[in-house]
């Protein structure tokens, strides 16, 4: 085996498994699942039929990852944090052929607590807040707080606050890195 699953920890069949996967106490991983290598699964997790992980994406304790979600490399999802999957819920109607998609894109980080309502993505290595309840797209580099998440600010790929300076560009204080601030859009400077 190339991955590690603590002994109880229920693991169904047909899902693939990356090596160098630890999956913690009391997590489920149900069929078809796809996890990447390096992942970190917490306790108390819940990861629903036909889920995608990407390489090393760190689940903290008691996350579910319902069907429809899909997580790119480099994820970070909070302790505690929600993810949705239909818009409308009722418990008497059936509508599991109605799960909305929802893509969180590469070096993403989700603050513990937090609320991702389906059908948005979240773009590279946006950064949301404790306890921010996610309504529309998010994208790549933003910061976004508050229920409902707004967007205050934008983040380095280290997870720093990015101050653009009147030309456009800001500097991530631990990296080194450049990002230009353009049409309401971010990117890192090569």
């Keep these: 085996m190339e991955y590690k699953a603590h002994e109880t920890a229920v693991i169904d069949d047909g899902c693939v498994i990356g090596k160098g996967t630890s999956i913690w106490h009391f997590s489920h991983i149900m069929p078809d699942c796809v996890l ?7 306790q108390n997790v819940v990861i629903s039929p036909g889920v995608k992980l990407g390489n ?11 069907t429809g979600v899909e997580c790119e490399d480099d ?4 302790p505690s944090m929600v993810f949705t999957n239909i818009t409308n819920p009722r418990s008497a109607i059936i509508r599991r052929d109605q799960y909305a998609k929802t893509l969180v894109k590469k070096g993403a980080s989700i603050g513990a607590n937090a609320t991702i309502v389906c059908g948005h993505d979240i773009g590279e290595y946006a950064f949301i807040g404790a306890g921010a ?8 580099y933003a910061l976004v707080i508050g229920n409902p998440a707004r ?3 934008w983040m380095s790929e280290y997870g720093h606050r990015l101050e653009f300076d009147s030309s456009g560009v800001a500097h991530c204080p631990e990296s ?10 971010v990117h890192k400077i090569l």
């Design 36 to 42: 990447g290598e390096n992942c970190n699964i917490g």
């Design 56 to 66: 090393n994406v760190k689940v903290q304790n008691n996350v579910s990852i319902y």
């Design 75 to 78: 994820v970070f999802l909070g």
């Design 133 to 140: 309840v996610v309504t529309k797209d998010v994208p790549a």
């Design 151 to 153: 967007q205050t600010g």
């Design 176 to 185: 080194k890195e450049q990002y230009k601030l353009e049409n309401g859009k």
